[in-house]
Structure formats: C-alpha cells, structure tokens
Nanobody
C-alpha cells in the first residue's frame, strides 16, 4: 500500500528557513516523479516544485525560484523541500504527491495520483 507522509511544517518569521520532508513507501520509485504543492486559505492548490525521482530534473514556480530547492535521500525514500528567505505569502498547507512517469515541467494537481495529508507552514511578518 502506498503511503505519502509530509512533515517539517511550523511557524517561522519572515526571512527564516524550513525544510519539509516527504517520505514515500509502497512505490517503485524509478517510475515516479514527486511534486510539492501548497494551498493557502481561500485559494486553489498550486504547484510549488517537482522532481523526477531518478534521472534528475527539478522545476520550481516563479514565486519560489531562487528561494526553494529540492533534494532526495534515495536510501530513506524521502524528498526534501528546502525553503529559504520565507515570506508571509508562503503561508499555506504544503502537500507532497506522486506522479507516475517523468516530468519536464510543473503540472496541475490533477496529474498527481497519491497525496499526503499536508503540513502547515506559517510565516509571520
């Protein structure tokens, strides 16, 4: 059974950093890409970043380009989203999701098939 679990969200001050984790089990990883999304109150879920589990390729939304990075620990089946220079507008629930296949750009949430329950990130001014 597939499980996707996010962690690492908390409240930080503007300008601070957080590292979110997404641990996945039950998949053949080299067949999948992973995406990070966020949803703020009253707004639609938006793509933040995505990465192919095998073979490289990482992509970021314009709003986070240069501030967020992705790295992987294949041994732990975990994907990390490093968020630096956080802004109040980054406040949202952050979700991790799986996509069967490789990606070469950000895609809408409907392209992803398995989701975690999310982790809350709050950035105070």
């Amino acid at each position: 059974q597939v499980a996707v679990v996010e962690s690492g969200g908390e409240e930080v001050q503007a300008g601070g950093s957080l590292r979110l984790s997404c641990t996945v089990s039950g998949l053949t990883f080299n067949e999948y890409a992973m995406g990070w999304f966020r949803q703020a109150p009253g707004k639609e879920r938006e793509a933040v970043s995505c990465a192919n589990w095998i073979g490289g390729g990482t992509y970021f939304a314009d709003s986070v380009e240069g501030r967020f990075t992705i790295d992987r620990d294949n041994g732990k089946n975990t994907l990390y989203l490093q968020m630096n220079n956080l802004k109040p507008e980054d406040t949202a629930i952050y979700y991790c999701a799986t996509h069967l296949g490789q990606l070469n750009r950000l895609l809408e949430p409907s392209w992803y098939d398995r989701w975690g329950h999310g982790t809350q990130v709050t950035v105070s001014s």
